[in-house]
């Protein structure tokens, strides 16, 4: 048997926090997934995408701590229709209090692309082709 990737896990120190940043970006998170200590999502194509708080994962590995930066948590993008819808989602969030990583710019590799932190640091890119034609 191979193995397949089945799930992409966050590790957050602040549920709440997190949840309510990946709604934003159209997550189906169930309401109410705050009060629990693990919570996960199936997004298109079955992966799933999970939340642990930092006391689930000392639980099970005392040695574990906390990284010195978000970027060794998790790193996720996420496809917008447009260039336009890049701007005025990172605009969207920005405004709603989280921090803005890269402003969004079109990169050399043919996408408008922009980066912001979720609540524990890791970056968020959101993304679309710079050409309509493409996505």
């Not at 590799?109 to 970056?123: K, T």
Request: charged content about 20%.
């Amino acid at each position: 048997m191979t193995p397949r990737l089945d799930a992409i896990s966050i590790i957050t120190s602040d549920l709440a926090a997190s949840l309510a940043f990946y709604r934003r970006l159209g997550l189906g998170i169930p309401d109410g997934a705050e009060s629990a200590p693990h919570v996960e999502v199936t997004l298109p194509g079955g992966q799933r995408l999970l939340w642990d708080t930092e006391e689930v994962i000392a639980s099970f590995d005392p040695d574990w701590r906390r990284p010195a930066g978000g970027g060794e948590r998790v790193a996720l993008a996420f496809v917008c229709d447009s260039p336009a819808e890049v701007d005025a989602l990172y605009a969207e969030l920005v405004d709603a209090g989280y921090t803005g990583h890269l402003k969004p710019w079109d990169a050399v590799w043919g996408q408008r692309y922009a980066v912001v932190l979720d609540p524990d640091g890791c970056g968020v890119s959101l993304f679309a082709s710079a050409s309509p034609a493409e996505k």
